[in-house]
């Protein structure tokens, strides 16, 4: 007798080799963010070009047009990347720590570090500003979107220490992420720009200043660390 063979078993597709094709596209689409975030870093969101980013990752053109599509999203797809690592050294590692000033600190801590690694390479954050800050736009968007979720973090880490009772009641949290912020963009210009030897230290002890004048008691000054 005659076996007649299910349809479905022989029109079925390989989904093992599908699987292994996308796994190996994400790969490639990956390592191509990662050459175009080195470009980034050194010439700016606007010095990736399809062309230059194919040259450094060794493909062609189309080859990296067919994995964005346009040279507007592999620049948002730089952003997010950038956005992610920035997460991942930054904000993430500072949830191991109680709520309250500690975590603040760390918050500020692990941004300074950052801040002195890319003072060599560069800051996209900071770049990107200069770049987009008035060409309304997806790119702009993506930018906006990363540091407002930043600031964000920042201003919840200030409320929470003030909850817990070690920065004063009277703490204006919006007023004390825009001086870390502003000690972060001061330090990345008088280091990078103006080669000030010295500008880490100034932003760290500014850091502390802005903890003293809204300490609650003197939580702030029995926490902070001794030099």
């Known amino acids: 007798m005659r076996h007649l063979s299910s349809p479905l078993a022989t029109d079925a597709?390989?989904?093992?080799?599908?699987?292994?094709?996308?796994?190996?596209?994400?790969?490639?689409?990956?390592?191509?963010?990662?050459?175009?975030?080195?470009?980034?870093?050194?010439?700016?969101?606007?010095?990736?070009?399809?062309?230059?980013?194919?040259?450094?990752?060794?493909?062609?053109?189309?080859?990296?047009?067919?994995?964005?599509?346009s040279r507007e999203e592999l620049q948002i797809s730089v952003i997010r990347e950038y956005h992610h690592r920035f997460e991942q050294e930054v904000f993430y590692p500072v949830l191991l720590q109680p709520r309250g000033l500690a975590r603040l600190r760390a918050l500020f801590a692990n941004w300074m570090q950052r801040t002195s690694a890319e003072i060599d390479s560069g800051c996209i954050y900071i770049?990107?500003?200069?770049?987009?800050?008035?060409?309304?736009?997806?790119?702009?968007?993506?930018?906006?979107?990363?540091?407002?979720?930043?600031?964000?973090?920042?201003?919840?880490?200030?409320?929470?220490?003030?909850?817990?009772?070690?920065?004063?009641?009277?703490?204006?949290?919006?007023?004390?992420?825009?001086?870390?912020?502003?000690?972060?963009?001061a330090s990345h210009y008088e280091a990078r720009f103006l080669k000030t030897n010295n500008a880490l230290a100034q932003a760290q002890r500014s850091f502390e200043q802005i903890l003293l004048r809204n300490a609650a008691g003197q939580a702030a000054v029995t926490t902070a660390p001794s030099n």
């Not at 080799?17 to 390592?31: E, L």
Request: hydrophobic share 45%; proline share 4%; charged share 20%.
């Open 127 to 185: 770049s990107g500003a200069v770049e987009f800050d008035d060409r309304p736009g997806p790119v702009r968007d993506a930018l906006v979107s990363s540091v407002q979720s930043w600031m964000n973090a920042l201003d919840r880490a200030v409320r929470m220490a003030v909850a817990q009772g070690e920065l004063s009641p009277d703490t204006d949290p919006a007023q004390v992420c825009f001086e870390i912020h502003g000690l972060i963009l």
């Open 13 to 69: 597709p390989d989904l093992s080799r599908y699987s292994r094709a996308m796994q190996k596209g994400q790969q490639t689409k990956a390592a191509i963010v990662d050459v175009a975030m080195g470009l980034a870093t050194q010439m700016g969101l606007e010095g990736l070009t399809i062309g230059a980013v194919a040259e450094m990752a060794g493909m062609s053109k189309s080859g990296v047009f067919a994995h964005f599509g």
